[in-house]
């Protein structure tokens, strides 16, 4: 969404990943003036889809192109408003899903409701407002949150760092010599 939105042409966003800057320009915007429709309310399921989310944000964007007469590239005057909405129906998505599979593993007996704790991680538990959802949701259902801090939530980072620990403490897939590997930047 924030490369569609262009945001590294927006003063406020150039040096930010676009998660971050959907973040920063939806704290001024009115995610009431967009209302998306949220994914997969159809399936009564845990899982987390946004492709579809994406398909509406996409198509509301081109409309709104076509309304203030600008190409894409260009900045929509309402692009705070546009983050907001799109922030908003994400994280209503990531806490309904997320609470249906709380209601599942107690109810299968694979959590007790009693110091049951959420752990979140990844770039999703960087955004302070997905993060305060969760927050309201866990303190709701008598859940314990923990996230790291938003500075270790960047690009799963730390959970790869962690399956890194644990591959090497049980001996796995792990090399113990880098002869013979290349290391070349993207």
Known sequence: V???LSLKNHPECHSMAGGKAIEHLAQ???QELLTFRLPMQHYQNCNFSFSGLQNLVNNAIVQKEKEEGIQEGEILSCVK???AAVQHAVAVHIIQRTYRAMLFCI???ILTSKNATLVVSGGVASNQY??????NLADA???ALLCPPPRLCTDNGVMIAWNGIE???AGLGVLHSTDGIRYEPR
């Open 167 to 169: 591959r090497l403490r």
């Open 107 to 109: 109810k299968n007996s």
């Open 81 to 83: 408003d546009v983050a």
């Open 130 to 135: 997905i993060r305060k959802g969760l927050q």
């Open 2 to 4: 924030a490369r569609r």
């Open 28 to 30: 001024t915007g009115n």
């Open 141 to 143: 259902n008598d859940f």
